[in-house]
């Protein structure tokens, strides 16, 4: 059985920075493109960050230059580490695998999902 779990999230304000990780288990973890993607109320989930088997990056354009994903195989572990946070960065964030391949933003390319961590930026 698959498992993500996330942790992490909090409350800071506006140019702060966290840091979210995502624990991994029942998966050949080396064997899977893992995503962070965010839902602020009353939108659609969006593709944040991802990190491919190789290690190779994307980042949304909305967080380049202040979010950075990486990843820890041995621990089965990726991490977001998120700077100069905005209010617009207020949002619950996931932890996805089993990128399907296509667009790596779209939600429904993803199989497997945490349950996610808040994330509050206060201006």
């Known amino acids: 059985q698959v498992q993500l779990v996330e942790s992490g999230g909090g409350s800071v304000q506006a140019g702060g920075s966290l840091s979210l990780s995502c624990a991994a288990s029942?998966?050949?973890?080396?064997?899977?493109?893992m995503g962070w993607f965010r839902q602020a109320p009353g939108k659609e989930r969006e593709g944040v960050a991802r990190?491919?088997?190789?290690?190779?990056?994307s980042m949304s354009d909305s967080v380049k230059g202040r979010f950075t994903i990486s990843q820890d195989n041995t621990k089965k572990m990726v991490y977001l580490q998120m700077n100069s946070l905005k209010p617009e960065d207020t949002a619950m964030y996931y932890c996805?695998?089993?990128?399907?391949?296509?667009?790596?933003?779209?939600?429904?390319?993803?199989?497997?999902w945490g349950q996610g961590t808040q994330v509050t930026v206060s201006s």
């Open positions: 990190i491919s088997t190789s290690g190779g990056t």
């Open positions: 996805a695998a089993g990128f399907a391949g296509g667009n790596w933003r779209s939600a429904s390319n993803f199989r497997y």
């Open positions: 029942g998966l050949t973890y080396s064997s899977y493109t």
